[in-house]
């Protein structure tokens, strides 16, 4: 859920925004506390001080009632106000907040414009001349005074000037003093002296003093025109970057580390690093007022030429490399400068310019991460990424791209930021080209070829990647031109070492410290879009061995989580990886889903349907179904297309599941029986099975429980997997009956069989069934032994459904116990797995049980509020014992509500579908 900003303005006139609205609170009392809160935001403020502050004068008797009232109506608008004990605390962003933030990180402009006049400017003299609205005038004026100090010393009498009027303070001496400082070294030499003027008669007629000493010494130094002026110092920052947009996030952080040593900004070649260096630069250059020195590290005696530039003449510049890094750090001393550094390739060519003394800063661009500058020299390092989708989007828009281009070219160019400016300039540079062209350029064509600049080689994309390429070792080069061929997102170190036939994990941090490959959360890395067309160019494709890899531990998964339920319908190939345990061949299935499902799509035909068909199993377990959508209808067209029969039929079974997941029942049923019919022709037995189970539960689940006793009564007679399964839904089915004796039975013997055949799953359902038939005859204890039972699985991945079934008995069995707060628990633990499902019919049995929960804790209308969420989700599913047993929840609900009519409605409806479906165990309940 989205959270509401909520922000509070006090530096000026009262202003308040919710949600990025302006809200107007007209009435003075209303407004009078909410500023008192706002400059205490985040603490409590008494009730006791709330009145004093409201009331100066006579206090009404009335007056705790109506701050209740004031509260409440503050709410009302949208403000968050917590009671705590007989205080409130006001809970929202404030400007106050925000301008204590930066005099913190010494930006004291930036603090500075956070004001719009005086504290709390429209409200009572009460509330301004509270303790708290006075500190904090005095704070402003303290921050001024130190700006102004600030910027007089480094030339900007200017801005000086400005900060100083915005304050209203007649008599205050120190404040003048600076003011005249300032115009005069502005150039307004006369309009300083007429303020000295000014203030020695307000300073006599009002008090009856004469100037102090700190005044008429800046008046002297006004008349001798000894005004500071700065001293010629270098200014090398090259322009900033027209058009740069963003990166505020990245602008913030170096903002905070500016009095670290050295900030190292690195990334892959194109990110922006130098755009953001320089911008920064600019952006920071009234905190290092004695300078900025600026050099790129492939050119030839960057230091002799930093020397020159401290006022060093070439004679005096030393030749010995030792002796010149002195003195520069000698010049460096006491002052605070800023030296950038662009390109560095390692730490070694970087050391030499490290500061001796706190004061100036080295910001360094790199695609290395030069970690020995932060391990030995104190260095931060800040790493650069691609631009968010919006700010690539925004940076096209100022560079000129017509708005119906810029998504599509923003991802063909992946965000690169020298990608997006080349693309922008080869626009304006053909104005006669069509923007579709230009798109089906890049999409189509070579998109590095046209990601160049012409008549400049160097600023092209492809060339800035081949810089950093050609300083790899030859192991790193080879595994990066073979990992540019992994079809996902990402990758583990596992599938690098079976490329590269060697161990990788040397080699990936090599080019992970090269930006070449970026790493990810997991142990993983992912590759940039460009970089990988780049390494795709430089060799040939180790698909083959990348396919063996994705089949061999597919294999190894589904021996490992389902083989008796979805056994693979290939031979082992032998694995890279041995799978010890179950949740470890989950957790690499969950890790390479992205990619198995883009290797699906790319592959060739006979290998597709074979690495779907392997997928089927997971699907059940982590039903993600728009990557099984993509899946299941690449199996499909594949195994056609090479006339797999079984490689269909797979393919049927795995649709029919799905479209039973997404609701859509005659879909599945119609999948299903031709995936049977298909496998009767065909002597496959294994089909059959599958398929007359998906018959079975399907036809139960929409209320036709004579079709599902048919198909489940010939699984029975098949096999043993088939008696498994086929019990299972015909003790569904007795159950819905009322015939629980024979669910019991049913179920009995589905746990022996699931114990036999390893069928943890299965074993867990049945064992919930049971526990749901005993808590329905009302046998707690036994309800609560085999629920007990399951634990015995606590190492075995559920699959979904099952996990939010045995949720919802947990649920159920404690609130039959009274347990009301851990059945809630429960209840809400099983809606939070239903809810990944994708499926309405979990998602309402869910909020069935969570209803049936809030009933029993005596919580009726909260009750009913989730049955009715749970009704509109059953008859979505055309799950029709759902949707009768949910009415039925609802009539008892309305009855303890005294709503007897509605309450009969409901109990009709219910008692109509189990007449006509046969559910004749809620027929007897209602």
């Known amino acids: 859920m989205t959270s509401v900003t909520r922000q509070v303005g006090v530096l000026g006139p009262l202003t308040i925004h919710v949600a990025g609205q302006e809200v107007h609170v007209a009435a003075t009392k209303q407004r009078c506390l909410l500023g008192l809160l706002a400059l205490h935001a985040g603490q409590v403020v008494s009730r006791d001080e709330i009145i004093e502050v409201l009331w100066p004068g006579k206090v009404p008797h009335s007056c705790s009632e109506l701050v209740t009232g004031y509260v409440s109506r503050l709410r009302r608008a949208g403000l968050e106000i917590d009671l705590v004990g007989s205080g409130y605390r006001l809970v929202a962003d404030t400007d106050l907040h925000a301008f204590d933030a930066l005099v913190d990180r010494d930006l004291l402009a930036d603090a500075l414009a956070c004001w719009r006049g005086p504290v709390l400017a429209d409200l009572p003299d009460q509330v301004r001349a509270h303790p708290q609205a006075v500190a904090l005038a005095q704070r402003r004026l303290d921050v001024t005074l130190k700006f102004a100090d600030t910027a007089i010393q480094s030339g900007r009498h200017a801005d000086a000037v400005t900060q100083l009027r915005q304050l209203d303070e007649p008599l205050h001496e120190g404040l003048h003093a600076r003011l005249g400082l300032a115009l005069a070294g ?101 905190h290092f007022p004695d300078g900025q020195l600026q050099a790129d590290l492939r050119g030839q005696n960057v230091l002799g030429r930093f020397l020159r530039a401290l006022g060093v003449p070439p004679e005096g510049v030393p030749a010995d490399a030792d002796e010149a890094a002195a003195l520069y750090r000698t010049l460096l001393s006491g002052k605070r400068m800023l030296v950038l550094l662009d390109n560095a390739t390692d730490v070694h060519q970087v050391r030499p310019f490290l500061p001796g003394t706190p004061g100036s800063l080295l910001l360094v661009t790199s695609r290395n991460r030069l970690d020995g500058l932060v391990v030995k020299d104190g260095a931060r390092q800040i790493i650069l990424n691609s631009l968010p989708v919006a700010e690539s989007h925004e940076l096209l828009g100022v560079l000129g791209v017509p708005e119906e281009g810029i998504a599509e070219l923003a991802e063909l160019c992946a965000h690169l930021p020298l990608a997006l400016r080349i693309t922008a300039a080869d626009l304006a540079a053909h104005p006669h080209r069509p923007l579709a062209e230009h798109i089906a350029l890049l999409r189509n064509g070579n998109r590095l070829a046209a990601l160049e600049v012409h008549g400049d080689e160097e600023s092209a994309v492809r060339a800035a990647f081949a810089t950093s390429y050609h300083t790899l070792d030859d192991q790193a080069a080879t595994l990066f031109r073979l990992l540019a061929w992994i079809p996902g997102p990402d990758f583990a170190a596992g599938v690098a070492s079976y490329l590269l036939e060697a ?60 083989a008796a339920e979805y056994p693979a319908p290939v031979a082992h190939p032998g694995t890279p990886v041995a799978f010890t345990e179950p949740h470890g061949a989950l957790a690499w299935l969950d890790a390479e889903r992205p990619t198995l499902v883009a290797t699906i799509s790319q592959a060739p035909d006979a290998l597709a349907w074979q690495l779907a068909a392997l997928l089927r199993g997971y699907f059940s377990i982590h039903p993600h179904v728009i990557d099984w959508e993509i899946v299941v ?86 096999h043993e997997v088939g008696r498994m399964l086929g019990m299972m839904a015909i003790g569904m089915v007795s159950g819905w009956r009322g015939d629980l004796r024979t669910a019991t039975e049913c179920y009995t013997v589905t746990l022996a069989l699931a114990e036999k055949f390893g069928e943890q799953n299965c074993a867990v359902a049945s064992l919930a069934a049971l526990a749901y038939i005993h808590r329905e005859s009302g046998d707690i204890d036994q309800a609560r032994a085999l629920l007990a039972e399951t634990e015995r699985f606590t190492d075995v991945p ?53 209803g049936s929960v809030c009933h029993r804790r005596g919580d009726h209308r909260e009750a009913i509020r989730h049955y009715f969420r749970a009704l509109d989700l059953a008859v979505r599913g055309g799950q029709r014992h759902t949707e009768a047993r949910i009415h039925l929840g609802l009539a008892a609900a309305l009855t303890n509500l005294n709503d007897h009519t509605q309450a009969a409605a409901h109990t009709a409806h219910a008692e109509e579908i189990a007449r006509e479906a046969g559910f004749h165990g809620l027929y007897a309940r209602s």
């Open 798 to 850: 559920l699959k979904r459904p099952i996990q939010s079934f045995l949720l919802c008995e947990y649920a159920e069995l404690h609130s039959h116990l009274g347990e009301h707060e851990t059945a809630l628990e429960y209840a809400h633990s099983a809606i939070t797995v239903a809810a990944t499902l994708g499926d309405p019919s979990f998602e309402s049995d869910t909020l069935e049980t969570l």
């Open 503 to 562: 161990p990788a994990k040397r080699s990936l941090e090599t080019l992970a410290a090269a930006h070449l490959i970026q790493p990810t959360s997991g142990g993983r890395y992912t590759f940039h879009d460009l970089l990988r067309l780049y390494g795709r160019e430089l060799g040939p494709s180790p698909v083959d061995r990348f396919h063996d890899w994705c089949l061999g531990n597919l294999c190894s998964a589904t021996e490992m989580l389902y």
């Open 186 to 286: 502005n150039g307004q030499q006369a309009a300083a002296l007429q303020l000295f003027t000014d203030m020695r008669r307000r300073l006599v007629d009002e008090l009856g003093v004469e100037p102090s000493l700190e005044l008429q010494t800046a008046h002297q130094q006004v008349l001798r025109q000894d005004i500071s002026r700065p001293a010629t110092k270098p200014a090398q920052l090259t322009a900033d970057v027209g058009g740069f947009t963003g990166r505020a996030d990245y602008l913030s952080e170096l903002d905070s580390l500016r009095a670290a040593p050295a900030v190292v900004i690195a990334g892959m070649p194109g990110v922006g690093k130098t755009a953001l260096a320089v911008h920064w630069g600019h952006r920071a250059r009234e």
């Open 633 to 718: 209808t690449r199996a499909l067209q594949a195994a056609r297309a090479v006339s797999d029969v079984r490689g269909e039929i797979i393919g049927l079974h795995s649709l029919a599941d799905l479209r039973m997941r997404q609701c859509r029942s005659p879909e599945a049923l119609t999948h299903a029986a031709r995936a049977l019919a298909m496998s009767r022709d065909t002597g496959w037995d294994v089909g059959e099975t599958t398929a007359l189970t998906q018959l079975a539960f399907g036809h139960a689940a929409v209320g036709d429980l004579d079709e599902a006793i048919s198909h489940a009564n010939r699984l029975v007679e098949m």
